[in-house]
Every structure is written in structure tokens, then in C-alpha cells.
């Protein structure tokens, strides 16, 4: 079954140490308020990337919700997909994996044992790859047992079960006055690079079965994105209207690249996401002077949203997005 080779999977990276920002009440968030951040783009390359963006729908600057409102409630989830749209998110952002039996389900990791209670639920399968758990056995398990932030507006308490694609997508939809785009990653096995195209070609299957892609203004409903130039590849070459990201990291980690804009643009890429620490005012120039938008991750602070908004930066992830909408 081709669903097995999904077992080597693997997750992208830990977090880095963020600081932390007090929370604020839903009820009182208005409108976007973005101020002017620092010297506004002027250079041709900066201005024509912008007109494609608009084109395509995407907001300028993008707020992309990692895993949703992932410091106020458990990432990935209902609560934190519904609360990051509630904060007023542009995308909401997650990673996909097949499951034994075919189904997209929202988790980073490659396995089900930091996010949720699969060790009490299965001991011996705990630290299996989700390919070897159907959907039936993933249904049984709590995806907020491993929670260990903060309750209020957010979350509350109590279970939240593992979604699947299908799930996200209801929730960006089922909010009054709210309608977030999606922003899903094809998570890439290390071992098996080429795994990952049969996956870019399941979530484009299934965007197109749920009508999130029509061949206009589709960056508004969603982005693509993925660390393997081949997935995104793929992928363009079934939803070419659909904007895609080529992820990148510094050569700290395994799936780095020495020439991402180039690997980018061999690969059809609209956008390249490099993370915070690779995304100087030289790295986002030269990826604007090659026709790509930049979108950062994953970036918390409002001084450092604020800095990279100044530089020219396009969007960027946050596991806060509340505090995105009070940038000075």
C-alpha cells in the first residue's frame, strides 16, 4: 500500500526559545491596524512581486497563523485554528501527514508522542510514524494532553482531537466576518525525499475536490508550501494558480540548501520562506530581484515583525498572531 511509505515521515525542527507576550481578549481586537514599518518598499522588484501577490489575493503584510494560535491553545488544533481566525489571521498555517489509511491529518512531528496521549492510548505503537495509525485509531487520541500553556479565551481545557485537512478547512470557513485562508506544508520524509511529491499531489487533490481552488484569486484561500523543491514542483504543475513556498533554513539543519532562491525558482516557487535567522535585508532584496515574495518564519516578537516588515518581507509565521496586529 502506497499510504505505508508515509511511515518515515519526519518532523522539521524544534522551536526556538521565543519571548513572551501577555495575551490579550479576543473582544478586543478591531480591525488590522498595521502602521507604517520603517522606510516603505520602493524598488521595482519589491513593487512587481506586491502586484502578483494582489493579483492572486494575498494580503500585504501576510499574518500566518502557525498552527494556528499556537501560544494560547494546543497547535494545530480546533481551538487554536478557530482563535487564531477569531485574532484576526490571514492564513492558517499546519502540517500534513497521511495516515495508513489515506487520510490528511494536521500534526508536525512525524510521530503522534510529543502532542497527544498515544502513549496511554497505544504503548507499543508510541512512537510509531502516524502512517501506521488509521483514521479510526487516530480519532482516539487527545491532541491536547501534552498542553502545557496558558487557559483563557483561547482554550479553555478539556480534549481536542487530531483533525484532518478536511476539519481545517470547515473551521476557516464556519466563523462569521472571518475567512482565513489555509496555508498547509507537505512534511517531507529526510530518508525519502521523494515521498513527498505523492503527498503535494493528495492535498492538491483533495483542495480541488473541496473547491478551495478555482484558477482565480486562489491565494486567498490558500498556500502551498513544502521543503522539498520537488513537492512544490508537483505541485504547481496541478494548481499553477495556487501561490507555493519553498521553505528554507540556514545550514543549521538538514534540509538547507546553499542556493534556495535558485532551488525556488527551478522549482516553480511563487514565495520562499526562509526562517528568521536567514532573512536579512539582503536574502529578502535578492529574493524580491528574483521575482519572489517572502514570507518569514516563525517570528513572535513585534519588534522583529516590525524590523523584517522595514527590510521588505512580505508576511511572516507567528504562533501569536494577536501580537502581530499591534506592530508600532
Same mark, same amino acid.
Given at each position: 500500500?502506497?499510504?505505508?511509505?508515509? @511511515?518515515?515521515?519526519?518532523?522539521?525542527?524544534?522551536?526556538?526559545?521565543?519571548? #513572551?507576550?501577555?495575551?490579550?481578549?479576543?473582544?478586543?481586537?478591531?480591525?488590522?491596524?498595521?502602521?507604517?514599518?520603517?522606510?516603505?518598499?520602493? &524598488?521595482?522588484?519589491?513593487?512587481?512581486?506586491? +502586484?502578483?501577490?494582489? +493579483?492572486?489575493?494575498?494580503?500585504?503584510?501576510?499574518?500566518? !497563523?502557525?498552527?494556528?494560535? &499556537?501560544?494560547?491553545? /494546543? #497547535?494545530?488544533?480546533?481551538?487554536?485554528?478557530?482563535?487564531?481566525?477569531?485574532?484576526?489571521?490571514?492564513?492558517? #498555517?499546519?502540517?500534513?501527514?497521511?495516515?495508513? *489509511?489515506?487520510?490528511? =491529518?494536521?500534526?508536525?512531528?512525524?510521530?503522534?508522542?510529543?502532542?497527544? *496521549?498515544?502513549?496511554?492510548?497505544?504503548?507499543?505503537?508510541?512512537?510509531?510514524?502516524?502512517?501506521?495509525?488509521?483514521?479510526?485509531?487516530? +480519532? %482516539?487520541?487527545?491532541?491536547?494532553?501534552?498542553?502545557?500553556?496558558?487557559?483563557?479565551?483561547?482554550?479553555?481545557?478539556?480534549?481536542?482531537?487530531?483533525?484532518?485537512?478536511?476539519?481545517?478547512?470547515? $473551521?476557516?470557513?464556519?466563523?462569521?466576518?472571518?475567512?482565513?485562508? $489555509?496555508?498547509?506544508?507537505?512534511?517531507?520524509?529526510? !530518508?525519502?525525499?521523494?515521498?513527498?511529491?505523492?503527498?503535494?499531489?493528495?492535498?492538491?487533490?483533495?483542495?480541488?475536490?473541496?473547491?478551495?481552488?478555482?484558477?482565480?484569486?486562489?491565494?486567498? %484561500?490558500? $498556500?502551498?508550501? &513544502? =521543503?522539498?523543491?520537488?513537492?512544490?514542483?508537483?505541485?504547481?504543475?496541478?494548481? /499553477?494558480?495556487? /501561490?507555493?513556498?519553498?521553505?528554507?533554513?540556514?545550514?543549521?539543519?538538514?534540509?538547507?540548501?546553499?542556493?534556495?532562491?535558485?532551488?525556488?525558482?527551478?522549482?516553480?516557487?511563487?514565495?520562499?520562506?526562509?526562517?528568521?535567522?536567514?532573512?536579512?535585508?539582503? @536574502?529578502?532584496? +535578492?529574493?524580491?530581484?528574483?521575482?519572489?515574495?517572502?514570507?518569514?518564519?516563525?517570528?513572535?516578537?513585534?519588534?522583529?515583525?516590525?524590523?523584517?516588515?522595514?527590510?521588505?518581507?512580505?508576511?511572516?509565521?507567528?504562533?501569536?498572531?494577536?501580537?502581530?496586529?499591534? $506592530?508600532?
Amino acid at each position: 500500500m502506497k499510504a505505508l511509505l508515509w @511511515f518515515f515521515l519526519v518532523a522539521g525542527g524544534a522551536r526556538a526559545a521565543e519571548p #513572551e507576550i501577555a495575551p490579550i481578549s479576543i473582544s478586543d481586537l478591531g480591525g488590522r491596524t498595521f502602521a507604517p514599518a520603517g522606510v516603505p518598499v520602493q &524598488s521595482p522588484a519589491a513593487n512587481a512581486v506586491r +502586484q502578483r501577490l494582489a +493579483q492572486w489575493g494575498v494580503p500585504v503584510p501576510a499574518v500566518i !497563523a502557525h498552527r494556528g494560535a &499556537s501560544a494560547y491553545a /494546543p #497547535e494545530a488544533t480546533e481551538p487554536s485554528l478557530r482563535c487564531a481566525a477569531l485574532m484576526g489571521a490571514d492564513y492558517l #498555517e499546519f502540517d500534513l501527514h497521511l495516515s495508513r *489509511d489515506g487520510v490528511l =491529518v494536521l500534526n508536525h512531528d512525524d510521530t503522534f508522542e510529543r502532542t497527544t *496521549d498515544v502513549r496511554a492510548k497505544f504503548p507499543a505503537k508510541a512512537r510509531s510514524p502516524i502512517g501506521e495509525f488509521t483514521w479510526p485509531e487516530i +480519532q %482516539r487520541l487527545d491532541a491536547a494532553a501534552a498542553y502545557r500553556g496558558p487557559a483563557g479565551d483561547c482554550y479553555a481545557g478539556g480534549p481536542a482531537r487530531v483533525l484532518r485537512l478536511e476539519d481545517a478547512m470547515r $473551521i476557516a470557513r464556519s466563523i462569521a466576518g472571518r475567512s482565513p485562508g $489555509i496555508y498547509p506544508e507537505a512534511k517531507v520524509p529526510k !530518508a525519502h525525499p521523494e515521498f513527498a511529491v505523492p503527498l503535494a499531489d493528495a492535498i492538491a487533490h483533495a483542495l480541488k475536490s473541496n473547491g478551495w481552488i478555482s484558477g482565480s484569486g486562489d491565494g486567498r %484561500r490558500v $498556500i502551498f508550501q &513544502s =521543503v522539498s523543491a520537488e513537492a512544490v514542483a508537483r505541485f504547481k504543475a496541478s494548481a /499553477p494558480s495556487v /501561490p507555493a513556498t519553498l521553505l528554507y533554513s540556514p545550514p543549521i539543519l538538514a534540509f538547507s540548501r546553499p542556493d534556495p532562491i535558485g532551488a525556488a525558482r527551478r522549482a516553480h516557487a511563487d514565495l520562499i520562506g526562509p526562517r528568521v535567522n536567514a532573512a536579512s535585508g539582503t @536574502f529578502i532584496e +535578492q529574493a524580491h530581484e528574483a521575482g519572489l515574495a517572502v514570507h518569514v518564519w516563525t517570528v513572535d516578537d513585534p519588534p522583529t515583525q516590525s524590523s523584517l516588515l522595514a527590510a521588505g518581507a512580505d508576511g511572516f509565521f507567528t504562533n501569536r498572531p494577536d501580537a502581530a496586529r499591534r $506592530i508600532p
